[in-house]
């Protein structure tokens, strides 16, 4: 991966700095998250991703996002009491973040220039916007909001059975 991603600094729903290249040749998957969201749901899909793969060298991110619908109107200690009650999350949660916008979190821009959507537009539409990470190239994967965490096992196979 390029030094500009694995640099990037976030603040974890406990206040700790992580950055990607605390997570090295691990394979990430970078979620932007919401609790109020019709893709919610999905919360349980990443869980079983998690555990599914967490000892091959996959890591799940969700990053919660309250700039579609307000859909994640809730603090710190909300999203995670709401995340670990609701779908019993275990995987890596940060605080919350823009991911569109002049405030974008440099995460997301970097993900957005690596991984351009529908017709190459960089702006993510809506909450539950995936994004794999190959920790060997570092090349990003980006999956629409509709597609079910399920449906990103083969590509997470093929990187993290190398």
């Known amino acids: 991966m390029a030094d500009t991603l694995l640099d990037i600094s976030c603040l974890t729903l406990t206040g700790e700095h992580k950055r990607l290249g605390d997570f090295p040749g691990k394979a990430l998957l970078v979620v932007n998250t919401a609790s109020q969201c019709g893709f919610t749901p999905?919360?349980?899909?990443?869980?079983?991703?998690?555990?599914?793969?967490?000892d091959r060298g996959l890591v799940v991110l969700g990053f919660?996002?309250?700039?579609?619908?307000?859909?994640?109107?809730?603090?710190?200690?909300?999203?995670?009491?709401?995340?670990?009650?609701?779908?019993?999350?275990?995987?890596?949660?940060?605080?919350?973040?823009?991911?569109?916008?002049?405030?974008?979190?440099?995460?997301?821009?970097?993900?957005?220039?690596?991984?351009?959507?529908?017709?190459g537009t960089e702006r993510i539409k809506w909450n539950f916007t995936k994004f794999l990470v190959d920790p060997v190239s570092g090349q990003v994967t980006r999956y629409?909001?509709?597609?079910?965490?399920?449906?990103?096992?083969?590509?997470?196979?093929?990187?993290?059975?190398r």
């Open 64 to 119: 919660p996002c309250n700039q579609f619908g307000h859909q994640e109107p809730g603090d710190t200690l909300a999203i995670s009491q709401f995340c670990e009650r609701n779908f019993g999350v275990s995987f890596p949660l940060f605080r919350k973040v823009d991911v569109n916008g002049e405030l974008a979190h440099p995460l997301f821009r970097e993900l957005k220039k690596r991984a351009p959507g529908v017709m």
């Open 42 to 54: 999905q919360y349980a899909g990443l869980e079983q991703l998690w555990q599914q793969y967490r």
């Open 144 to 161: 629409a909001p509709t597609t079910k965490p399920k449906a990103l096992e083969a590509d997470i196979d093929r990187l993290v059975s």
